[in-house]
């Protein structure tokens, strides 16, 4: 399967995946790639692979990468030989992306599954992009401006978890209902890359 986890920065998708990992073994999580600087903390080729503009736009030329988008100024984008190389493994695979990129899967893999990760406010929302500390002020309200698109376009997805404030254990265990659901489909989901 593969499966896209989406939804607006500072909706928790890091900490979903974080126990997602602890889950079933035969799992991929993909190392997306972007052109953001790492913050403190971030291993390359661990939290994602940092590439400079023009690397990454000559990966983007020769379709290296499966799909991309621009966000907040940035390239992020989805190396194609990780997606394909793990499924053909026989392995299930989590996507962590924005919804401009989750719109992107729908169109060339319309078997994947694509769940929503939603704040159960923006007010929430906005209270925990101000304690991660990870952006300044100016980046910060971008990223909540963005967040109010995306949040409309929850109705595109599958499905919906709301991960509420000291709830993380619920949104996990509504993803592993929908992946253990999915996986009893009488037809399966079958995602074919060209
Ligand atoms: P951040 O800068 O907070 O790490 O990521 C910004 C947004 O880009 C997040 O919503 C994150 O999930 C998303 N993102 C990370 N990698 C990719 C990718 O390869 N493609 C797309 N479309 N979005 C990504």
């Not at 988008?69 to 026989?90: F, I, K, M």
């Not at 159960?120 to 300044?136: F, G, K, M, P, W």
Request: net charge negative; glycine share 8%.
């Amino acid at each position: 399967m593969l499966i896209v986890l989406s939804g607006p920065s500072g909706a928790g998708k890091d900490s979903v995946i974080e126990e997602l990992r602890k889950g079933d073994g035969n799992r991929h999580f993909v190392v997306t790639a972007t052109t953001r600087p790492p913050r403190p903390g971030e291993t390359n080729g661990v939290d994602y692979i940092f590439l400079d503009e023009a690397t990454f736009l000559e990966m983007r030329r020769n379709q290296e990468l499966l799909e991309s988008a621009q966000y907040s100024g940035r390239w992020y984008g989805v190396p194609r030989s990780q997606v394909s190389g793990a499924l053909n493994e026989g392995r299930d695979v989590f996507l962590k992306i924005e919804v401009q990129g989750a719109e992107t899967i729908r169109s060339i893999a319309p078997e994947a599954v694509l769940v929503f990760l939603a704040p159960a406010s923006v007010a929430e929302l906005a209270r925990r992009l101000a304690q991660r500390r990870t952006e300044d002020p100016a980046e910060l309200q971008r990223r909540l401006d963005i967040a109010r698109q995306e949040l409309e376009q929850v109705g595109r997805y599958d499905y919906c978890v709301v991960n509420r404030d000291g709830c993380l254990d619920q949104a996990v265990s509504e993803i592993e209902a929908i992946i253990a659901a999915e996986k009893c489909r009488v037809e399966p989901r079958r995602v074919v890359l060209d």
